[in-house]
Every structure is written in structure tokens, then in C-alpha cells.
């Protein structure tokens, strides 16, 4: 009977690597957890520090050191990051050398509301905490909000956010009882009356009009009010 070689050979070769693929899955698993490395991704990293996120990886794991890696839900760990008010999102993983990693993403500010309690919105319109470790040059949110109804002072901020003008000169959202939106401008004695936000698009190009016209005749500051609510006008107070 002939024998064939290359065939045992074959079976022999394949029992190897599915052993050492078995050995090396088994030491993989078995392989103790190391200290937490944390990367912040995005714009924002300055509100929830390395220190604090590997604070809240140690409260809900017990301790993650010399623990196997198939012993850690990576899930509730994402969980607990996740549950921090100031982290947007957080994906938790641990590598094949045994260090645990947190990818952390932190909420971005778009206001500061100063009113009977003071907190940020975030750029998704939610309640952001005030943070220990940094503050966020937002315009400052004042007079009638409450943190369950945020949806006219944060399409404002919004839009600050998102425009150079703005930006550079808007330092005051007020809210009034009736739900009117008032805005102060940087080094400007008058305020600016928007109303609603319905035509905000109109009412924004109007007020930038209104800012180059009185500034290159010299009577930006001539004013107390500027009133944006009427279709298609300024309405100017002395």
C-alpha cells in the first residue's frame, strides 16, 4: 500500500496551526489588563480630563488590573463613560498587549446659561454641566430659561456658532417671559430686539447691513435699540 505523504503532511500542518491559533486565543484572553490609556478625539478635550475618565473606568470596574480580558464587560464601561454629562460618545477596547483604551469624544458648549441655575447647552441643544477645568468663551444665555425648554435660545446660539459675525460680536442671549430674544453685541451701547426666531436668516442679514452702514458713518453708538422684528426693516431707537 502506497502511503501518501503529502496528505499526512497536510493533516499534521493543519493540526499545528489550529493549536497554536487555540494557544495563542487562550493566552490572549488570559492575558492580565493593564493601566487605561485614554485619546480624546475631536475640537474639544479640555472639560473631562485623562485623570477624570480613567476615575470613572476604576469606579465601575472594580479594579481592571491583573484581570483577565475576557473578565471585562467593555460595555458597562462604555456605559459608565457614556453617563458623564459632559462626554458626547466613548468606545472602550483593550489591545492585544493587555492595555485598556477609551476613545473619548467631549460635548461641544454653544452658551453659558446665567440665570437661576448656570450650565451649558451643548451643540445638540442639551443640559451640559459647568466643568472644573475649563471655561468655554460661549455667549452668556440671561433672563427667563428653563432647562427643559431650550429650543428658541439654543436655534440662536446656534446660529452664532456657525457665523464669523456673530461670533466675533455677540456676547448676550436675553430670553424674555414672552419668549422675545434680545441680543448685546461686544463694545455696542444699544441692544437688538429679534423677536421670535422665525425669518432669523432676514433679521441676521438686516443687523450685519445695519452694523457696516452706522459704522462707516460713525453712529454705531448713537442708538439704545435696534428692533429686527418687523418684515424687511430696522427699526432704530435713540
Given at each position: 500500500m502506497r502511503v501518501n505523504w503529502s496528505?499526512?503532511?497536510?493533516?499534521?500542518?493543519?493540526?499545528?496551526?489550529?493549536?497554536?491559533?487555540?494557544?495563542?486565543?487562550?493566552?490572549?484572553?488570559?492575558?492580565?489588563?493593564?493601566?487605561?490609556?485614554?485619546?480624546?478625539?475631536?475640537?474639544n478635550s479640555l472639560f473631562v480630563t485623562r485623570d477624570n475618565v480613567s476615575k470613572l473606568l476604576i469606579q465601575n470596574s472594580e479594579s481592571f488590573k491583573n484581570v483577565p480580558k475576557e473578565a471585562l464587560d467593555l460595555n458597562e464601561l462604555e456605559k459608565a463613560l457614556k453617563s458623564n454629562p459632559m462626554i458626547k460618545s466613548a468606545e472602550v477596547y483593550v489591545a492585544v498587549n493587555g492595555t485598556l483604551n477609551a476613545k473619548v469624544e467631549q460635548k461641544t458648549p454653544v452658551a453659558?446659561?446665567?440665570?437661576?441655575?448656570?450650565?451649558?447647552?451643548?451643540?445638540?441643544?442639551?443640559?451640559?454641566?459647568?466643568?472644573?477645568?475649563?471655561?468655554?468663551?460661549?455667549?452668556?444665555?440671561?433672563?427667563?430659561v428653563e432647562k427643559n425648554n431650550l429650543k428658541n435660545v439654543y436655534t440662536i446660539a446656534r446660529?452664532?456658532?456657525?457665523?464669523?459675525?456673530?461670533?466675533?460680536?455677540?456676547?448676550?442671549?436675553?430670553?424674555?417671559?414672552?419668549?422675545?430674544?434680545?441680543?448685546?453685541?461686544?463694545?455696542?451701547?444699544?441692544?437688538?430686539?429679534?423677536?421670535?426666531?422665525?425669518?432669523?436668516?432676514?433679521?441676521?442679514?438686516?443687523?450685519?447691513?445695519?452694523?457696516?452702514?452706522?459704522?462707516n458713518e460713525g453712529t454705531l453708538n448713537d442708538y439704545s435699540k435696534v428692533n429686527l422684528q418687523f418684515d424687511n426693516q430696522v427699526v432704530c431707537s435713540r
Open positions: 496528505y499526512i503532511k497536510m493533516l499534521v500542518l493543519s493540526v499545528v496551526v489550529i493549536f497554536l491559533y487555540a494557544f495563542s486565543t487562550h493566552r490572549n484572553d488570559v492575558r492580565k489588563v493593564s493601566k487605561p490609556k485614554v485619546e480624546f478625539v475631536g475640537e453659558r446659561v446665567c440665570a437661576n441655575a448656570s450650565y451649558y447647552i451643548d451643540a445638540e441643544g442639551s443640559f451640559m454641566p459647568l466643568s472644573s477645568n475649563y471655561s468655554a468663551r460661549v455667549p452668556l444665555v440671561t433672563g427667563y446660529e452664532i456658532q456657525k457665523d464669523d459675525f456673530l461670533k466675533k460680536h455677540v456676547v448676550e442671549i436675553h430670553q424674555s417671559l414672552d419668549k422675545d430674544i434680545f441680543l448685546k453685541l461686544r463694545q455696542c451701547k444699544f441692544i437688538v430686539q429679534l423677536g421670535g426666531v422665525n425669518l432669523l436668516d432676514k433679521k441676521i442679514n438686516n443687523l450685519k447691513a445695519f452694523y457696516l452702514k452706522t459704522t
